[in-house]
Nanobody, 124 residues
């Protein structure tokens, strides 16, 4: 079993930055593939970024490439999403997720464990 706690969301103006954190407990964090997804009302959950368990590979949706950076600290069991140059269209509830696999990382169904979500609001 894995418990995930998201934090770091908030209200920021366009062009600003936020850093989301996801603290994991309950299972060896270092063997988990970790991802961030976001969701707005009435829309399906959208893949944002993922990192494999060694931390050697990261994946991003095109709309955040060059602005968001995903990293993990296996010693602290924590995942980070640094979000720079935020845009109003980045507004959503962001949730971290953990998978025991390194495949199909773009799909929410691949992830077994989820954080509670943290709201990110970007004003224009």
């Amino acid at each position: 079993q894995v418990q995930l706690v998201d934090s770091g969301g908030g209200l920021v103006q366009a062009g600003g930055s936020l850093r989301l954190s996801c603290a994991a407990s309950g299972r060896a964090f270092s063997v988990l593939t970790m991802g961030w997804f976001r969701q707005t009302p009435g829309k399906e959950r959208e893949f944002v970024a993922a990192i494999n368990w060694p931390g050697s590979a990261t994946y991003y949706v095109d709309s955040v490439k060059g602005r968001f950076t995903l990293s993990r600290d296996n010693a602290k069991n924590t995942l980070y999403l640094q979000m720079n140059n935020l845009k109003p269209e980045d507004t959503a509830v962001y949730s971290c997720a953990a998978s025991l696999e390194n495949s199909n990382i773009y799909f929410p169904a691949q992830y077994k464990y989820w954080g509670q979500g943290t709201q990110v609001t970007v004003s224009s």
